[in-house]
Structure formats: C-alpha cells, structure tokens
C-alpha cells in the first residue's frame, strides 16, 4: 500500500495516526510503501476501500517500524 493513497483516503497524517493508534511522527517516516502491518489495519479500518497487496510486500519487505 502507498503512502500517498492512504493519505488521499484519510487527508492527513493525524487522521491516518489516529486511526490505527500510532504517532503522527511514526507515519511521517513512512516511505513511499508503508509498512505492511499499517497496511493490513487500515484495510480491515477502511472495510476494503485500501487494498493491502501481498506482493507488493513481497518485493519490497518492508518492515514495521
């Protein structure tokens, strides 16, 4: 899952903290792929509208912070 999609979704770097119940400072070191444990909670917050993609993870193994 992309940052820039997830911050489209939830508008800020707040929203998108408080949401899954971490620091805005955590989101803000995301790279361009967030991690994937975000990714796997803010599919099941979002009911689907963001997909988490296994194989984007896959190629990249992007750790949880």
Same mark, same amino acid.
């Not at 508008?11 to 990714?39: D, F, H, L, M, Y």
């Not at 509208?49 to 949880?64: D, F, G, I, Q, R």
């Given at each position: 899952?992309?940052? =820039?999609? &997830?911050?489209?979704?939830? =508008?800020?770097?707040? $929203?998108?903290?408080?949401?899954?119940?971490?620091? $805005? $400072?955590?989101? @803000?070191?995301? !790279? %361009?792929?967030?991690?994937?444990?975000?990714?796997? !909670?803010? %599919?099941?917050?979002?009911?689907?509208?963001?997909?988490? $993609?296994? %194989?984007?993870?896959?190629? =990249?193994? &992007? @750790?949880?912070?």
């Amino acid at each position: 899952m992309k940052k =820039n999609e &997830v911050l489209k979704h939830f =508008n800020t770097v707040n $929203s998108i903290a408080k949401a899954i119940g971490i620091t $805005s $400072s955590a989101v @803000s070191q995301w !790279r %361009e792929i967030i991690p994937e444990r975000a990714a796997l !909670r803010i %599919e099941k917050i979002t009911d689907g509208a963001l997909k988490y $993609s296994a %194989e984007m993870y896959k190629k =990249n193994h &992007v @750790s949880t912070p």
